[in-house]
C-alpha cells in the first residue's frame, strides 16, 4: 500500500493524542486486551477502550473475538501496521 494523503492524515490524528499514540505503539507488538495495554500504557482502561473505539472507527485496529464478553483482543489492521511506522 503506498503511502497516500489519506494515510498521513491518519498519523496526524494519531500524533494529536498521546494516549492514541501509545495504544497504536503498543499493539505494534502484537494483540493485547484492553488492561494489558492500560497497564503497559500508564492509562486507565476505560480511556483505552476510548481509543480503541475510535482508532477502530478509523480502520486502524480490529478486535480479533468481538463476540467476548471479556478478554476481548485488539491488533493493528494492516492500514494500523502501516500508519503505526510512521508515528
Not at 498519523?11 to 502484537?30: C, P, W
Not at 477502530?56 to 480490529?62: A, I, K, N, T
Request: with cysteine; proline share 3%; charged share 30%.
Amino acid at each position: 500500500m503506498e503511502f497516500s494523503d489519506e494515510l498521513w492524515a491518519e498519523v496526524g490524528y494519531i500524533t494529536i493524542s498521546k494516549n492514541r499514540s501509545k495504544v497504536m505503539k503498543i499493539l505494534a507488538d502484537g494483540p493485547k486486551i484492553p488492561s494489558q495495554i492500560g497497564n503497559e500504557a500508564g492509562i486507565r482502561t476505560n480511556h483505552v477502550s476510548n481509543n480503541l473505539r475510535q482508532l477502530s472507527d478509523h480502520g486502524l485496529v480490529e478486535c480479533i473475538n468481538p463476540n467476548a464478553k471479556k478478554g476481548r483482543l485488539y491488533r493493528l489492521t494492516e492500514k494500523g501496521k502501516i500508519v503505526v511506522e510512521k508515528i
